[in-house]
C-alpha cells in the first residue's frame, strides 16, 4: 500500500513529491502524504515493581491477573485522559517472582535487551530469600555453574550458572542472597538451589541492564529513559 502511495505520487520528501519506492530516506526527514505530515509512532519505555502472584502473559486461561492487567489499570490512574498505549513486557517474570519488569513498543530496544552481543553487559540481579543457608562452597559451584535437571521427562540436562552469587543477610532460620545472571533460563535460579538443596522462599529482581528497581511501591509503574 506504501509503494503504491509513492507510485501515484502522493508522498513528499523534504517537501518534493517522490514517485521511486526505493528513494534513500533518513531518520529526521519530513515525510508527508497528501500534504499531512507523517510521524513517527510514539516510543514507551515504563518500568514496573511486579506483585507476587501475577503472570507475565497478555491473558490468562485460568483467569490469573496479568501484568497487562495491572500496567492498564496503573495507566490510566497516571494519565486519565491519554489512550493506554500498545506496548509489551521485555522478558517475564513467573507467577512466584516478583520485581522489576519492563515494558515497551521498541521492538529494537527490546531485542537488545534480551539477546545482546555481549550478555555481561545487559546483567540481571536478583535477592533471593532461601530457607537456610548456603556455604560459600555452595555459592562458589553456583558461579562454576553445573548441569541441573530438565523440567521435562526425557529432556537434556542444563548447564546453569551465576555471574555472582553472595550471602545478602541471613536470620536464624533463612538468608537473603544477592545473586547475578547474564542468561535468562527459564527459572534458573530456583532450579540451581533446588538442586543444591534449597528452598526458595522468595525472589526479586532488583536490577535488569542499568534499570534498577529502587523505590517503587509493588505494582506501581514509572517512565524510564532508554540506554
Not at 514496573?48 to 497478555?58: E, L, Q, Y
Not at 532488583?206 to 505494582?219: A, M, R
Request: hydrophobic letters at 35%.
Amino acid at each position: 500500500m506504501t509503494i503504491n502511495l509513492v507510485r501515484e505520487g502522493r508522498v513528499s520528501l523534504r517537501g518534493k513529491i517522490v514517485r521511486d519506492p526505493e528513494t534513500p530516506a533518513y531518520e529526521n526527514d519530513e515525510i508527508a502524504v497528501d500534504g499531512t505530515p507523517v510521524e513517527a509512532a510514539q516510543k514507551f519505555y515504563f518500568a514496573m515493581n511486579k506483585p507476587r502472584g501475577i503472570v507475565t502473559t497478555a491473558s490468562d486461561e485460568k483467569g490469573r491477573k496479568t501484568v497487562m492487567d495491572l500496567f492498564r489499570e496503573q495507566y490510566t490512574k497516571m494519565f486519565p485522559d491519554r489512550p493506554i498505549p500498545h506496548i509489551s513486557p521485555v522478558g517475564r517474570l513467573d507467577a512466584a517472582s516478583e520485581g522489576l519488569l519492563l515494558f515497551t513498543n521498541d521492538t529494537q530496544w527490546a531485542d537488545t535487551l534480551l539477546n545482546p552481543r555481549d550478555p555481561k553487559a545487559h546483567i540481571k540481579i536478583y535477592r533471593v530469600q532461601v530457607a537456610g543457608k548456603p556455604s560459600d562452597a555452595e555459592l562458589k559451584q553456583m558461579e562454576k555453574g553445573f548441569h541441573v535437571p530438565p523440567r521435562v521427562f526425557g529432556e537434556s540436562e542444563e548447564f546453569m550458572h551465576a555471574e555472582r552469587a553472595v550471602l545478602h543477610s541471613e536470620g536464624e532460620k533463612n538468608c537473603w542472597l544477592e545473586i547475578t545472571l547474564s542468561e535468562g533460563k527459564n527459572r534458573e535460579i530456583r532450579r540451581m538451589l533446588i538442586h543444591l538443596g534449597y528452598e526458595v522462599m522468595r525472589l526479586v529482581r532488583i536490577q535488569f541492564d542499568k534499570y534498577t528497581l529502587g523505590n517503587l511501591k509493588p505494582g506501581e509503574i514509572q517512565k524510564i529513559q532508554p540506554n
